[in-house]
């Protein structure tokens, strides 16, 4: 009895003993776990401290406009240039928290306001890879423009607590800018909140957009080329000269480019003395003089059908228009006396069917994809599927949107309609190019030339002067006019309409945007509508900046085209909300 009960009591002291002490570490650990990103949270907050007083004093040279919202989107910020100052100084602390982000790694910022007026500017972030900002960061980036000066500290310190950020990394920013006039006070505000976190800005002048976003890509990946503008145009044209002699061409090609007197003008005029054999390119609207993107440039072309001012179009010669930073691109020509467009769409028809022959004739294998918009005219869709036998994948309207996508092949290629656009080739694919070894003398022709696309595209962003080579490369090789590629496939006729409503947010969509959600009954009334006309197709999609509903139809003729597009914007105007006038 004695043995039994000093045996127990010697049992419950010992698990007693033992269960306090991993109690008390148990407890010492969790709260060790709890205070461990308290003491990091803290941490940044001290380091963001540090930057303060710099940050408010260099902050109350740019002060803040009342009554002005600003909103970064696919295009950045773009407004009015006497608004942006603040912005502009904004954008420069959110590049360097960027570049803090990526463990330093260099980032980019355009100072430009693209196809817009003259007295508009802007200024679009570029990522470590020559890409568009990450999505994520545009709300925060919204947030940041619009906070008063005496609160700039605690914004960035929200900021950095959301993404994690570390403090240590030097920041690292490359700034850029077009030929306006507001351009060079708006780069200085950009490069004073740059310089307020204590960031490393190398300023590359006036360049082109996607100059910019080169430099900032080679910058981080050495092996794309040399991180400078020079570097740009040695690796282009070289690869354009590589081209000329696989064609066997004798002759310069005679082009007419319109530069929509933006800083187009001035790079392609640089690049031409790196072709002086190969292109004979007479500039028109080369910014000696004329009004940026006034009656001219890409987006004036395309949305106007019609020659840009100081173009007269001859038969039998070839058009190209720029837009006024020089990532956009249309051709056109004089078809008969009439004006033909060839717009991003057939561009990517072109670069389709062309890549998809040269693969076959190398005998490679891989996963090519067109990206389109729902915007993108039937024709060229069913073109790429049915002629290049290539797939369509539709995305939501905007750049970034279709660059990811364009992601998912071994060979993306993505063109909006308004010619903004580019060829993305996965890096097992490079690979496999520069390794293959055919054997026929055709496929190793058709290595060499793919070699060359490769180099020849600039694969971080749409870029007018770079797909103006790859257009002419392709029509040299093959042998082609402009009107025989024009007749790849007639366009259908299509009419854009928008129609004001009282909330835009009770529109929303699906499936890339062609099906409608809400509000109840507007997509069934879309194809009611749909199934009047031959060859017909609608859809509905709410603005992102205004409360209006854009609405767009295509069919067989004009007249259905227009006609379906009116029934369209009423079924909105009475389903959704209008306000004003019915359509």
């Given at each position: 009895f ?7 009591q ?10 306090f002490?991993?109690f008390?570490?148990?407890?010492s650990l969790?709260f060790?776990f709890i205070?461990?990103?308290l003491i990091?949270?803290c ?15 260099a902050?109350?040279?740019h ?9 970064y989107?696919t295009?950045g ?17 959110l ?8 463990q ?5 910022v ?9 007295v508009?500017?802007g ?6 890879m020559?890409?568009?900002?990450e999505?994520?960061?545009e709300?925060p ?16 310190k929200?900021i950095v607590?959301l993404?994690?950020?570390?403090l240590?990394a030097k920041?690292?920013i490359v ?7 507001s351009?060079?006070?708006l780069?200085?505000?950009?490069i004073?909140g ?8 190398l ?5 082109t ?6 430099v900032v ?13 020079e570097?740009?145009?040695?690796k ?9 002699n696989?064609?066997?061409a004798?002759s310069?090609?005679?082009l ?5 007197n933006?800083?187009?003008?001035p790079?392609?005029?640089k ?8 292109m ?16 001219c440039g890409?987006?004036?072309?395309k ?7 100081n173009v007269i179009?001859e038969?039998g010669?070839?058009y190209a ?14 078809n ?16 389709a ?19 389109q ?9 069913k073109f790429?599927q049915?002629k290049a036998n290539?797939?369509?994948?539709l995305t ?16 993306g290629?993505y063109?909006e ?18 390794s293959?070894q055919?054997?026929s ?9 793919l070699?060359?696309?490769?180099d ?14 790859f257009v002419?490369?392709?029509?040299l090789?093959?042998?082609m006019?402009a009107d ?10 299509n ?8 909330d835009?947010?009770v529109?929303?969509?699906t499936n890339?945007?062609?099906i ?23 859809f ?5 900046t ?11 003729t ?8 009116l ?5 909105v105007?009475?389903i959704?909300?209008?306000v004003g006038?019915?359509?």
């Amino acid at each position: 009895f004695f043995f039994q009960f000093f045996f127990f009591q010697f049992f419950f002291q010992f698990f007693f003993s033992l269960s306090f002490q991993f109690f008390s570490l148990s407890f010492s650990l969790s709260f060790q776990f709890i205070q461990f990103p308290l003491i990091l949270h803290c941490g940044k907050s001290v380091m963001m401290e540090s930057f303060r007083e710099k940050i408010e004093s260099a902050a109350d040279g740019h002060p803040t406009k009342d009554g002005v919202t600003f909103k970064y989107g696919t295009a950045g910020f773009r407004t009015q240039a006497d608004v942006l100052d603040p912005v502009m100084f904004r954008v420069g602390l959110l590049a360097a928290l960027r570049s803090m982000s990526h463990q330093g790694k260099t980032i980019g910022v355009m100072v430009t306001a693209s196809h817009n007026p003259e007295v508009d500017n802007g200024a679009k972030i570029v990522d470590p890879m020559g890409d568009m900002m990450e999505q994520s960061w545009e709300e925060p980036a919204t947030q940041l423009a619009n906070t008063p000066n005496d609160a700039l500290v605690d914004k960035l310190k929200e900021i950095v607590t959301l993404f994690s950020i570390s403090l240590d990394a030097k920041p690292s920013i490359v700034i850029g800018r077009d030929t306006r006039s507001s351009s060079d006070a708006l780069s200085q505000a950009c490069i004073d909140g740059c310089n307020a976190l204590g960031a490393t800005c190398l300023d590359v002048g006036v360049v082109t957009t996607p100059e910019a976003h080169f430099v900032v890509r080679c910058i981080n990946d050495p092996s794309y080329g040399t991180p400078t503008v020079e570097g740009y145009y040695e690796k282009i044209s070289l690869a354009f000269k590589t081209i000329y002699n696989i064609s066997g061409a004798t002759s310069p090609i005679q082009l007419t480019v319109d530069c929509a007197n933006g800083v187009g003008a001035p790079q392609f005029a640089k690049l031409l003395t790196y072709l002086t054999n190969e292109m004979n390119v007479t500039l028109v609207n080369d910014a000696s003089g004329g009004i940026l993107n006034f009656k001219c440039g890409a987006d004036f072309v395309k949305v106007h059908q019609t020659y840009p001012e100081n173009v007269i179009a001859e038969e039998g010669k070839r058009y190209a228009s720029f837009d006024g930073d020089a990532d956009r691109i249309v051709y056109f020509f004089n078809n008969n006396g009439s004006f033909a467009l060839l717009d991003g769409d057939r561009i990517a028809s072109l670069a389709a069917l062309e890549l998809q022959t040269l693969v076959k004739a190398a005998g490679l294998q891989f996963n090519i994809g067109v990206v389109q918009t729902a915007y993108a005219n039937g024709s060229s869709t069913k073109f790429v599927q049915e002629k290049a036998n290539i797939p369509v994948a539709l995305t939501l309207t905007g750049v970034k949107y279709l660059h990811h996508k364009a992601l998912e092949f071994d060979i993306g290629i993505y063109f909006e309609a308004n010619g903004h656009g580019t060829i993305l080739f996965s890096e097992s694919t490079i690979s496999a190019i520069h390794s293959a070894q055919p054997e026929s003398d055709g496929g190793k022709r058709a290595v060499e030339i793919l070699k060359a696309y490769i180099d020849l595209i600039n694969q971080t962003v749409g870029d007018a002067i770079s797909d103006l080579l790859f257009v002419e490369a392709v029509l040299l090789l093959n042998n082609m006019s402009a009107d025989k590629w024009f007749g790849y496939y007639n366009d259908l006729p299509n009419k854009l309409m928008k129609v004001q409503i009282k909330d835009r947010s009770v529109v929303t969509t699906t499936n890339a945007e062609t099906i409608c959600v809400t509000p109840d009954g507007l997509q069934e009334a879309v194809d009611v509508f749909v199934a009047k006309y031959t060859s017909s197709r609608s859809f509905v999609r709410p603005s992102g900046t205004e409360d209006v509903v854009r609405v767009y139809a295509e069919a067989e003729t004009k007249e259905e085209a227009d006609a379906l597009a009116l029934d369209v914007s009423r079924a909105v105007w009475k389903i959704a909300g209008g306000v004003g006038e019915e359509p």
